[in-house]
């Protein structure tokens, strides 16, 4: 059932644009909010290499209202542009360190450790281990370069 669900997901997301992506999952209002969260978070510079990224979370995280990009920070609200701009200015944030730390693997894989880790005590069943596969899958799909 979850394979299934999975190949529903990429076959909706399909050579998309992450703007796109997002409208086709969560409407055009939520597409809005998502690229006023790119703009607002993300240097120009890194926007199309990185919006394919905060829209592959989307959906990978695939959460429920106030939880959309999976952000369970406690000062965060609960409402799509909340989620998506702590999610944009985590990724953004995360590929400086990356840089800096000498990108010595795969950003996505960077990421994920602090985005999303491994042996985490909110992840009892271990699908956090599925993370960085399911983000660089999506990913690569809404990558426009």
Excluded at 17 to 39: E, H, L, T, Y
Excluded at 103 to 120: D, N, Q, S, T
């Amino acid at each position: 059932m979850r394979l299934l669900a999975t190949t529903l997901l990429a076959a909706i997301a399909a050579a998309q644009s992450p703007v796109d992506a997002i409208a086709k999952k969560d409407g055009r209002a939520c597409a809005a909010q998502f690229q006023d969260a790119i703009n607002v978070n993300i240097k120009p510079c890194l926007r199309s290499k990185l919006a394919p990224v905060v829209a592959a979370i989307r959906y990978a995280e695939n959460g429920g209202k106030g939880r959309e990009y999976g952000i369970l920070h406690p000062r965060v609200k609960p409402t799509y542009r909340s989620q998506a701009g702590w999610c944009a200015a985590t990724v953004a944030k995360n590929y400086a360190r990356w840089a800096k730390a000498g990108k010595r693997e795969k950003f996505i894989v960077f990421l994920g450790k602090r985005y999303c880790p491994v042996g985490a005590d909110n992840d009892p069943t271990g699908l956090n281990s599925h993370w960085a596969g399911n983000v660089s899958h999506f990913a690569a799909l809404f990558s426009v370069d």
